[in-house]
């Protein structure tokens, strides 16, 4: 039962609830407050909202409340501002992978063939035979290493990316997340502007692109740790896999809105195919300034200036939350038990209230930011680090030639080659949840990763069969195939990296998530800048290659988990993942 604080008291000859005597209600009470239920039973109080029809059937002319707009009523302050930081944290990264997704989309233009393009009935087609075959080409990308070119433009920003992550979560953890992450994506947007305006002012030149590249790399690791660190700190352990697993699908989302923004413009001006992108955001990081809301203990500066002098008479606990913050709490004693919707700052064992408005209450010195070699101590961090690399190879290979490989293979044009990439990410949004949900319900996130790791070695090399029988079974394999690779990646880099950011071997501190996720990310991101340089290199002779080396680094990520899963499969507990455990001063 949650319950509100009202502003007003009334007095003691007053009417409560049909004549209840107050005097004779011997709940307990708040000094000068007065608690009211939310929900369909009064507890003692004036109730100054309007009569509901439901139970005033004389009152015909009142129409029935929505159930949704119920269901927003029902919710405090505290889950708006939950809810708030979800759908934030959601739409800034989207807008990190949207601007990335253009330069796969945009291979296929930068490299073409004249022979392919039908030419005005004016034109005389003979003089289609004095041209070279790569006229239509943009250069440098008109020479026949094309692939060596493209490949290494995505190695120049992957590389940047996965050692600039190791050093972007040291330096987050040490400034304002708000802040940090603002800067970043301002860079990210004037960066990939950078690379469309190479088209609007004919730039050709190999090192221009390189630069833009490595520079738009090293700025958009501010984006990764800084939102997982936010959504780690508003969340509990709970159903952490699959509030991850919904979330993360900002990844896949992403990617698709970045195809059909950058296959949109790619025939007619493909450098509109980077610039709308770069605008979204830079236009995404000024609402992170004006929003994100870094953890719930910042709203304190704003909340405990109006917080009732009579509150501190009440009896009172302390809370150690997941993430080392402590907070205050009045307690409510009514055996009821707790709501799920507060499982984040309250325990399990007693119903508590939040102080309306919470104060915050520091318990101690502010806890050191944890050190690299600290990070690498904690136990499993290693293991799904190196995992990682091998997942994020697999996917980030698809992320970067997959349209190029369908342009090939089913002889489409660009735009349409980009749209039915889609499919891939579609189902990778639905791996990632499945692998989140899963998890939750087993309490073994390993073994979740192991067993997708597992099938989708085969289901990829059924992927590079079928693809050449019809645009039917190639829809089917990219969404089955785009499920198993994505699970795993989703699941490490959110619920797993979380987990390992708040290791009971941290004692609460909460300076060591973004570190955690840094190096987890970090090493992860080595592996996706070798895919993409190594799918250049391989598809020169022959795509078969490509494929058996995705399936090659799907066995090595299922082998590096071995230890962690034979330790979950004997581990004494089992079971689904228990709600945030909080630590009782």
């Known amino acids: 039962m949650d319950l509100q604080v009202l502003d007003s008291v009334p007095s003691v000859n007053q009417e409560v609830d049909s004549g209840t005597d107050p005097r004779q209600d011997s709940r307990p009470r708040l000094p000068h407050l007065l608690l009211r239920s939310t929900g369909t039973q009064r507890t003692g109080c004036l109730d100054n909202r309007q009569p509901d029809p439901e139970l005033h059937p004389d009152r015909p002319d009142m129409a029935p409340i929505p159930p949704g707009v119920r269901l927003l009523a029902s919710l405090n302050k505290d889950q708006w501002y939950r809810a708030l930081t979800f759908v934030l944290t959601f739409l800034l990264y989207t807008s990190f992978h949207l601007s990335r997704k253009p330069i796969s989309i945009v291979k296929s233009e930068l490299h073409k063939n004249c022979s392919a393009i039908i030419t005005s009935r004016d034109q005389d087609p003979s003089s289609l035979l004095l041209r070279s075959s790569m006229d239509c080409s943009w250069k440098p990308f008109d020479k026949k290493n094309y692939k060596q070119l493209l490949g290494t433009m995505d190695y120049s920003f992957l590389c940047a990316y996965a050692i600039g992550m190791y050093l972007s979560g040291i330096i987050g953890e040490r400034l304002p997340i708000r802040l940090y992450l603002t800067a970043g994506m301002l860079s990210s947007g004037v960066f990939t502007c950078l690379f469309g305006l190479g088209y609007i002012y004919n730039i050709h030149s190999l090192s221009f692109y390189i630069f833009v590249q490595v520079v738009n790399g090293l700025v958009q690791t501010t984006g990764w740790p800084s939102v997982v660190t936010c959504i780690g700190n508003w969340f509990g352990k709970g159903r952490r896999g699959f509030i991850m697993g919904v979330w993360n699908s900002h990844t896949s989302v992403g990617n698709i809105l970045g195809s059909l923004i950058a296959a949109h413009w790619v025939s007619s001006n493909w450098g509109l195919s980077f610039i709308i992108p770069g605008l979204i955001i830079m236009a995404m990081g000024g ?299």
């Not at 080392?324 to 007693?350: A, I, M």
């Not at 089955?480 to 004692?507: F, R």
């Open 287 to 585: 609402v992170c300034f004006l929003f994100l809301i870094e953890h719930p203990n910042d709203l304190r500066s704003m909340s405990a200036p109006n917080l009732s002098t009579g509150v501190h008479s009440v009896p009172t606990k302390y809370w150690s939350g997941a993430n080392g913050h402590t907070q205050v709490y009045l307690q409510y004693k009514d055996n009821k038990t707790q709501s799920c919707d507060t499982e984040l700052l309250l325990p399990q064992d007693d119903t508590c209230i939040p102080a309306q408005p919470v104060m915050v209450v520091k318990s101690g010195a502010e806890p050191s930011a944890i050190s690299f070699m600290g990070a690498l101590r904690i136990p499993g961090v290693v293991e799904f680090s190196l995992c990682l690399l091998f997942a994020k190879l697999v996917s980030y290979t698809f992320l970067f030639w997959l349209p190029l490989y369908i342009t090939k293979a089913a002889h489409l044009d660009a735009k349409r080659a980009g749209d039915l990439s889609t499919l891939f990410d579609v189902g990778g949004i639905v791996g990632g949840i499945l692998a989140g949900v899963i998890s939750d319900k087993l309490g073994k996130r390993a073994t979740t990763c192991a067993v997708m790791l597992l099938l989708a070695a085969p289901t990829l090399y059924g992927f590079s069969m079928i693809s050449q029988f019809g645009l039917g079974p190639t829809i089917g394999m990219l969404l089955v195939s785009g499920g198993l690779v994505n699970g795993p990646y989703a699941l490490i880099t959110t619920a797993v990296s979380a987990d390992l950011g708040t290791h009971k071997s941290l004692k609460g501190n909460a300076r060591a998530l973004s570190t955690v996720t840094a190096i987890i990310d970090g090493t992860g991101s080595v592996g996706a800048a070798l895919g993409p340089l190594l799918a250049g290199v391989l598809s020169a002779s022959g795509w078969d290659k490509v494929f058996y080396m995705l399936m090659t680094a799907d066995f090595l990520a299922l082998l590096l988990l071995l230890r962690l899963v034979t330790k979950e499969m004997t581990s004494s507990k089992s079971g689904p993942i228990s709600p945030v455990e909080l630590k009782k001063h």
